[in-house]
T-cell receptor
Framework: DAGVTQSPTHLIKTRGQQVTLRCSPK?????VSWYQQALGQGPQFIFQ???????QRGNFPDRFSGHQFPNYSSELNVNALLLGDSALYLC?????????????FGSGTRLTVV | QQPVQSPQAVILREGEDAVINCSSS?????VHWYRQKHGEAPVFLMI?????EQKGHEKISASFNEKKQQSSLYLTASQLSYSGTYFC???????????FGKGTKLSVKP
């Protein structure tokens, strides 16, 4: 059973450019959440998608946007990249009604902005 | 509100025990625990729900004090494979988002 798949694994972009990161959730999961993890820090919540809509959003600027497709996969877009956007971006999938179950994380996309 | 974890780092010998704490200033619905090894994805370990339900691994246990909004993760008879950074994540609702602490780095030496 495939877990959460993220692509690409690594990415180098220049300041001001735009980037798109992709995520395929674990089979059966209908909800995708995106997190940003700076070096040595805990993951920070960006936003969550369910039924192709953004349900919740963390404290991130509008430069960060996303999309969820009918097959539950998701994209994270970041516009006008800043040096401070360099981080590991994690995708986590789950059921919308998780009950006693946690999130399944992907291995992440390491974004470096130069 | 980000939960506070303590200690920030722990060094153990194989077979020793450890306790990692997580506290929040807000009323919580659940507390999650994850372990992340260097360069890898966080892996779900345990969830503690308001009301006392608990799910997770056999060799790792945890408690959740709802009145104090505190949770503790207990690692007994540690193994080398326990090394990694442990994160607690807190939720304020059943469909809420997960807010993570800064992590506790655990190193188990032979």
């Amino acid at each position: 059973d495939a877990g959460v798949t993220q692509s690409p694994t690594h990415l180098i972009k220049t300041r001001g450019q735009q980037v798109t990161l992709r995520c395929s959730p674990k089979s059966g999961h209908d909800t995708v959440s995106w997190y940003q993890q700076a070096l040595g820090q805990g993951p920070q919540f960006i936003f969550q998608y369910y039924e192709e809509e953004e349900r919740q959003r963390g404290n991130f600027p509008d430069r960060f946007s996303g999309h969820q497709f009918p097959n539950y996969s998701s994209e994270l877009n970041v516009n006008a990249l800043l040096l401070g956007d360099s981080a590991l971006y994690l995708c986590a999938s789950s059921f919308i009604d998780r009950g006693g179950y946690g999130y399944t994380f992907g291995s992440g996309t390491r974004l470096t902005v130069v | 509100q980000q939960p506070v974890q303590s200690p920030q780092a722990v060094i153990l010998r194989e077979g020793e025990d450890a306790v990692i704490n997580c506290s929040s200033s807000k009323a919580l619905y659940s507390v999650h625990w994850y372990r992340q090894k260097h360069g890898e994805a966080p892996v779900f370990l345990m969830i503690l729900l308001k009301g006392g339900e608990q799910k997770g691994h056999e060799k790792i246990s945890a408690s959740f004090n709802e009145k104090k909004q505190q949770s503790s993760l207990y690692l007994t008879a540690s193994q080398l494979s326990y090394s990694g950074t442990y994160f607690c994540g807190t939720e304020r609702g059943s469909q809420g988002n997960l807010i993570f602490g800064k992590g506790t780095k655990l190193s188990v030496k032979p």
